[in-house]
C-alpha cells in the first residue's frame, strides 16, 4: 500500500521559506485516526513545540468521528509527535538559537498504516520576499507563455 497524502498546509509554503523537513509520528486515539483517514483534518493555524524533551502538535484540528459515541475526542487537543531525542535535541537547538519555526506541511498514512507529519523548519517570509516571489512567478509564466505562443506561430 503507497503513502497516501490526507491534507496538505498550503499556506505554510506561501509565508515560510522551508529550510529542512522532518518527519514525526503522531499519537492518535480510536476515533482520531478514524477521522484522520477519512481526510477530516485542518492545518491551518497549526504549529509544532517542544516542551520538556517532547515535541508536540498544537493547533490542528480533527473533526469528531462521525460514528463516534460519547468518548469521541477534543477537536483542537494538543497531541504528541513521536521522535528521536536526537532529532528533539537539534530541533530545539535550531528553533531557540536561530530563531526557526516548526510548521507541519502536511499529514499522510505511510504504506504500513501509520499516521505521520512532515514538519518544515521554516522562518518567517516578510512582506516584501512574498512579493518578490509572485514577482517572479509571474514573470516564469509570462516567458512560458510567450515561447508557447512563439512555437504555435512556426
Known amino acids: 500500500m503507497p503513502e497516501h497524502t490526507v491534507t496538505v ?22 476515533t482520531e485516526i478514524k477521522s484522520v483517514r477519512a481526510g477530516k483534518i485542518n492545518l491551518q493555524d497549526a504549529y509544532a ?8 502538535l498544537v493547533g490542528a484540528h480533527i473533526a469528531p468521528y462521525e460514528g463516534g459515541n460519547r468518548f469521541n475526542h477534543e477537536a483542537r487537543r494538543t497531541r504528541k509527535l513521536l521522535l528521536h531525542h536526537d532529532q528533539i535535541d537539534e530541533l530545539l537547538g535550531r528553533t531557540t538559537r536561530k530563531g526557526l519555526t516548526l510548521v507541519p506541511l502536511r499529514v499522510y498514512i505511510s504504506d504500513r498504516g501509520l499516521a505521520k507529519v512532515e ?5 518567517g517570509k516578510q512582506q516584501h520576499d512574498r512579493r518578490r516571489e509572485i514577482a517572479e512567478r509571474d514573470a516564469r509564466r509570462d516567458l512560458a507563455r510567450e515561447l508557447a505562443d512563439s512555437d504555435r506561430g512556426r
Open 9 to 30: 498546509n498550503r499556506k505554510a509554503r506561501h509565508e515560510y521559506s522551508i529550510e529542512e523537513t522532518v518527519e514525526a509520528g503522531v499519537v492518535l486515539t480510536g
Open 49 to 56: 513545540r517542544i516542551e520538556h524533551g517532547e515535541a508536540w
Open 119 to 123: 514538519l518544515g523548519l521554516a522562518r
